[in-house]
């Protein structure tokens, strides 16, 4: 019981913030006529996770409504040890979009990917570090090189 209490607290979470992200994806310049703009994958992800949002509310709903009630107990420190990870890689993600505008695609995504890599891996990282942030370089520039030359979608490039 206390689980669907502590879902149903997380799908309303996920809402607020599918809502919030949808309300900033209007923003996204679409970049002329082009059908497939910098805006389409945001305008698919965001409605995505706002149907997610809403199924775990129901189903959270529906297991409380079937239950006998509990109370629920909020300990704040607990639910902050419990889920460290998830609310670093809320705030590594919250940098990451102005870091988009202000240094572009290429150099602020090879930083996300690493610090979520370390966030994710916080207790046991790798050995090779170099290799790992190797990689995630290739792969941003594979993702921007799609992207511009086989998708003709331009990737923010920042202010300088």
């Given at each position: ?43 698919v992800v965001v409605p995505t996770l706002l149907i997610l949002g809403a199924v775990l ?31 670093l890689i809320f705030a590594v993600t919250l940098l990451y979009i102005p870091g988009l ?54 990737l923010p490039s920042g202010l300088g």
């Amino acid at each position: 019981m206390i689980k669907a209490k502590r879902d149903l607290i997380n799908a309303l979470i996920v809402i607020g913030f599918a809502v919030l992200l949808y309300t900033q994806v209007g923003q996204i310049d679409g970049g002329g006529t082009r059908h497939t703009g910098p805006e389409f994958f945001p305008k698919v992800v965001v409605p995505t996770l706002l149907i997610l949002g809403a199924v775990l509310f129901v189903q959270s709903v529906i297991r409380i409504v079937r239950k006998d009630n509990e109370p629920l107990h909020l300990d704040v420190k607990n639910i902050l040890k419990d889920n460290l990870k998830v609310i670093l890689i809320f705030a590594v993600t919250l940098l990451y979009i102005p870091g988009l505008y202000y240094f572009g695609y290429l150099v602020s995504t090879p930083f996300f990917l690493v610090a979520t890599y370390f966030v994710i891996r916080w207790s046991r990282p790798s050995r090779r570090i170099w290799l790992t942030v190797m990689g995630y370089v290739i792969f941003s520039v594979f993702i921007y090189a799609v992207f511009r030359f086989g998708l003709a979608v331009f990737l923010p490039s920042g202010l300088g």
